[in-house]
């Protein structure tokens, strides 16, 4: 089962940009609005992990981290706090608090995906997996290795993000602007072609001879990672 992450945020385009981002890397989300909202969704079903607005209406993410954190059943629970208090002495209260890992906004959404995983391996390693394979290609996200067959892959580390991404969801078409949101960070301003020229160096990478090729480019929409490759490969 993928992992259940519990976002409590009120502002309605960044709750919208963490239920795309997080259902494309595997999880399950459920969204809140409130720390009341919050509540009642926790009361339903514990997610695995929170991502937990200070400032929220009613109850301050704050002392809804505290709540939680004085409660057996969620006392546990890793909590990653979204903030625009970037101040040391705002940090150490969330931590202080009982927050697991403090995120300044505006954020990398990449970094926060990194954050996310790597909480869940310390709070229950058997939610996040390490190795995808698809055919004859795999990729460890322990090591950041790459095998195709019996040799090794090498890639730039944007390569390897731009193939991780990609693989995670075999046959979703995605376009420039999703990829470079997803793999190069919304907070980053490149030109959209610059996809096109990773593209071709991950090609160049992992395709040798007659080797099929796992990326298809959807002309007019973007690129996915071939569904068929599996039985191709």
């Known amino acids: 089962m993928p992992a259940t992450i519990l976002v409590v945020e009120d ?7 963490l239920r ?36 929220l209406p009613e109850i301050s993410g704050i002392e ?3 709540r939680l954190r004085a409660r057996d059943e969620t006392s ?18 969330g931590l202080s608090t009982g927050a697991d890992d403090y995120v300044v ?22 939610l996040v997996t390490t190795a995808l394979k698809v055919g004859d290609l795999e990729l460890d996200r322990t090591t950041h290795r790459v095998r195709r067959a019996s040799r ?8 390897y993000r731009l ?19 997803g793999v190069w960070g919304n907070d980053v301003y490149v030109d959209e072609r610059t996809v096109d020229v990773h593209i071709g160096r991950l090609r160049r990478a992992i395709n040798r001879g007659r080797e099929a090729d796992p990326i298809r480019t959807v002309r007019g929409a973007g690129y996915a990672f071939d569904e068929r490759f599996a039985a191709n490969a």
């Not at 909202?37 to 607005?53: C, G, R, S, T, V």
């Not at 090794?152 to 390569?159: A, F, I, N, R, S």
């Open 11 to 17: 502002e309605g385009d960044i709750a919208i940009l």
């Open 20 to 55: 795309y981002n997080l259902e494309a890397e595997g999880f399950r989300v459920v969204t809140a609005e409130s720390g009341d909202e919050a509540q009642h969704a926790l009361a339903e079903k514990l997610p695995d992990l929170i991502l937990l607005d200070w400032m």
């Open 64 to 66: 809804l981290c505290r």
């Open 76 to 93: 546990r629970i890793p909590i990653i706090m979204l903030t625009a208090r970037g101040e040391e002495e705002e940090r150490v209260r």
């Open 105 to 126: 906004k505006p954020f990398s959404v990449p970094e926060l995906v990194a954050r996310i995983h790597a909480l869940l391996r310390r709070a229950n390693p058997n």
């Open 152 to 159: 090794d892959v090498h890639l730039g580390p944007t390569e």
């Open 163 to 181: 193939l991780e991404y990609l693989m995670r969801h075999p046959g979703r078409v995605y376009s420039r602007e999703q990829l470079l949101d």
